[in-house]
Every structure is written in structure tokens, then in C-alpha cells.
């Protein structure tokens, strides 16, 4: 009897073992229709021969990651609106939100990973569909987090092909100048025109993409990488910022919390930088009008005085960011760009900005639902 029980156990467990490794070499198929809408919510200045600076804000769910095809569907809508309307052009530089890469990690995986109501249950579903990629990221992992840092690591490789794949390709199918928001890569570095990874860090890179679809320069590493991101990212010295030329002028880029500090701003300058793009994404429905909580795990630089807490996070990022320190960098024009829509459980808020010397314009966030285009003739 008791050989028998272990039989059946044995039997059991290898048939559990045997659905679940079918299961997870199972392919899924997307049926998702994204809201492909967008409309002009700002544009100043008249067209002219210098080109332009586009935000393109787009409004993101999981669902849009499930195949590249469908990603670079719904971030081609938002292009082909703006074509419509006249703002494209060989001059156009056009910049997306921080992270629109970073969700490249869920890219064909399993209904249940864009259906999960959280962000840790559908991590906890990423994990369970790629037993033996986790396994071999969780021995090179680096982050004092070192799930988080796996789960981004192990498909690494796939994600930078893909990024350049998404992003390059609408810049040549557009003929523009994209700055495509950012990814969270190992170790990454651009060789002979291709992006590639390493065994290195975790880092919050934005790489800008020509009218050709190849990468201009090196990818941009975050500097002053938030609370969230501090346990699984490492920060990138303000030296290593580099202007890139574009047919518009020369562009600095700025990923999110590093517009905040004047270092960056400091190294541009040196560079005469004249445009500069900061793409941004702020979690939490709502936050954009809620106290400011301060430099979120970062050092507060010694030219702030505000203390957390007597403005909003909206009124802070007009007074503290990019819309007050753009002319010490010497650039003409600043935008920054937020993600919306609904990632899971992780909210999203901001409303993008243009700054042009003392002028600062915000997007109207009021007026329902789809992506937002906002433009600067130059």
C-alpha cells in the first residue's frame, strides 16, 4: 500500500511537472484593440524651416505590450495623427515617455501576466512562464533587489532588440528624429549601429533615434534614479550626458528625475545644447495634485528651498524641473512628456509641458481619453 501511495505521488507530480512545462512554452494569441486616439492638445509658434519639438503622450495599458506589432500599431497611430495635422517633417524631433521601452519584458508572454489586477501579480506571472530565464538572470543579478532585477534581466536581450526594432523603425517610417523614452537594460551600449546588452548594472537608458533608424550616439543613462528604482537601477554620473545633433539643433536628453538637479543641466551647457527633451512617468492616479513628498530618496540640491510638502507635485515640477532651470543649460526649448493610461495597479499622472525662455505651457489632462500631441515650432 505504501509503494503504492508513493507510485501515484511520483505519477502526480511528474504529470504537474509535464502541464506545467507544456504551459509554459504554450504560445498565447493577442486579441486586444487599443484606443488608437489622439488629438493636438497644444502647439505654439508658427511652421517654418527650423523644424519642431513633438511630445507625443501617449495613453498605455498592458495589453499594448503583448506583441511589437501591436506596440509599434499603437505608437504609429499617434505619428500618423500627427502627420494629419502638419507637425511632422525631416526636422521634427519627437520624444516619448520614460519606460515606454521598459514594458518590453512582458512581450509575449501569457494572457494571465496583462490580465493580473497588480503589477506583482502579474510579475509573479512573468516569473512562473520563464522558470529557467529567471533562473540564470537571478545568478548575474546585481540590484539589491534581485527579483526585480532578474525579471528585467533575463529577457533583456529580446527587449533591446525589440526596443530599436519598435523605435528605430517608426523613426525611419516617419523620417524623424525620435527620442525614444527610456528602458531599463543591463549594461547597455550601442556597437556597430545595434543596441546591445551586457552582464553589467541595471541601468534607465533613453536612446534617440535618426530619420534613418539608426541609434544617434550612446544611450543616455538615468542619473538620479528615484526611491523606486534604486533597489534594482544604478545611477550614471552627470559626465557621462552627451548632446546628440539632429536636424533641428543640438539635443540633450534628461530622463525624469535627473531634470530636477542642476548637474545635468551644468554638463549640457558645455555642450551647447539646444533643445532638450525630459522624458518623465509619475505612478499614482491623482498625484499630480497632491503635496510634493520631496526628492524621493535622492539628495535635495542646495539651490531648493521649498520644503516638501507646501506645493503640489504638479506645482514643484513647474518650479523645481525642467520649466525653471531650462535656460541655465543654454537650450531654447524644453519639453517634458508623461505616460498615461493604466499599467495594472500603478496609476499614472503628470501633465506634459513646453517651456520656451519664461513661457510655459502645460497640457489641459481634462478632456477624456486617447493620447495627447503636443508641439513647439522652433
Given amino acids: 500500500m505504501r509503494r503504492l501511495f508513493r507510485y501515484t505521488l511520483a505519477t502526480t507530480a511528474l504529470i504537474v511537472l509535464g502541464a506545467y512545462a507544456l504551459w509554459t512554452d504554450l504560445p498565447t494569441d493577442a486579441h486586444y484593440l487599443s484606443d488608437l486616439r489622439s488629438e493636438v492638445a497644444l502647439n505654439h ?73 497588480t503589477l506583482d501579480n502579474a510579475m509573479a506571472w512573468l516569473a512562473a512562464s520563464n522558470p529557467l530565464k529567471l533562473g540564470r538572470a537571478l545568478l548575474l543579478a546585481k540590484g539589491d533587489d534581485r527579483l526585480q532585477d532578474a525579471l528585467l534581466r533575463m529577457k533583456s536581450a529580446d527587449m533591446a532588440r525589440d526596443y530599436q526594432a519598435v523605435f528605430g523603425g517608426l523613426a525611419k517610417d516617419f523620417g524623424i528624429t525620435l527620442v525614444a523614452g527610456s528602458i531599463v537594460l543591463p549594461d547597455p551600449r550601442v556597437e556597430a549601429g545595434q543596441l546591445v546588452v551586457g552582464d553589467g548594472p541595471l541601468y534607465n537608458v533613453s536612446l534617440v533615434f ?23 537601477t544604478a545611477a550614471a554620473p552627470a559626465s557621462d550626458l552627451r ?4 536636424p533641428a539643433g543640438r539635443l540633450g536628453v534628461l530622463i525624469c528625475a535627473d531634470s530636477w538637479y542642476p548637474a545635468g543641466y551644468a554638463e549640457l551647457s558645455k555642450q551647447n545644447v539646444q533643445l532638450l527633451a525630459v522624458p518623465a512617468f509619475l505612478t499614482g492616479n491623482g498625484n499630480w495634485s497632491k503635496p510634493w513628498g520631496g526628492y524621493n530618496g535622492s539628495p535635495t540640491p542646495s539651490d531648493v528651498v521649498l520644503q516638501p510638502g507646501s506645493v503640489s507635485e504638479g506645482q514643484a515640477w513647474q518650479q523645481l524641473a525642467m520649466a525653471n532651470r531650462l535656460g541655465s543649460s543654454g537650450a531654447q526649448v524644453g519639453i517634458t512628456v508623461f505616460m498615461r493610461g493604466q499599467l495594472w495597479n500603478l496609476g499614472s499622472d503628470g501633465q506634459s509641458l513646453l517651456a520656451n525662455g519664461q513661457d510655459v505651457s502645460l497640457v489641459n489632462e481634462s478632456r477624456g481619453h486617447g493620447g495627447r500631441l503636443l508641439n513647439i515650432w522652433l
Fill in 210 to 232: 535618426g530619420s534613418d533608424g539608426a541609434p544617434l550616439g550612446q544611450p543616455q543613462r538615468k542619473v538620479y534614479p528615484i526611491r523606486d528604482e534604486q533597489s534594482f
Fill in 243 to 246: 548632446v546628440v545633433d539632429t
Fill in 45 to 117: 509658434g508658427l511652421p517654418g524651416d527650423n523644424g519642431n519639438l513633438l511630445g507625443i503622450e501617449p495613453e498605455m495599458f498592458s495589453g499594448d505590450y503583448h506583441t511589437v506589432d501591436l506596440l509599434r500599431l499603437k505608437l504609429a497611430a499617434y505619428l500618423h495623427k500627427a502627420r494629419d495635422e502638419g507637425l511632422l517633417n525631416g526636422k521634427t524631433v519627437a520624444v516619448l515617455p520614460e519606460h515606454i521601452g521598459t514594458w518590453l519584458v512582458i512581450s509575449g508572454e501569457k494572457a494571465e501576466v496583462y490580465q493580473a489586477q
